[in-house]
């Protein structure tokens, strides 16, 4: 693994773009080598590099984490929560 902290972008014009959305992308750089790039509009672009198998590793990281942040979300719209919240807000007899 290896931080840029500003990607050449004459590089990455050289690399095969893999997936992009309107901030980040990640290429393919070659030898199972990819790199995850930020494209901030006023900044330079930052990127991470990792071998193919760090991109599984990092990958399965990110997926414990889009867990964690989604449980969190949805215990919040959960009708349940609502009931238990407005249950705490009942006036007592």
């Given amino acids: 693994m290896h ?7 004459e590089a990455l014009a050289q690399m095969q773009p893999i997936a992009e959305s309107d901030q980040f992308a990640i290429y393919a750089a070659g ?31 990110l997926i414990e984490a889009m867990r964690h942040l989604y449980r969190d979300v949805a215990s919040n719209l959960s009708p349940n929560n609502a009931r238990r919240s407005s249950d705490n807000t009942r006036p007592t007899r």
């Fill in 3 to 9: 931080f840029t902290e500003e990607i050449d972008r």
């Fill in 31 to 61: 030898a199972d080598t990819y790199v995850l790039v930020q494209r901030h509009a006023s900044r330079p672009w930052t990127a991470l590099r990792l071998s193919g198998d760090g991109l599984f590793r990092v990958g399965s990281l």
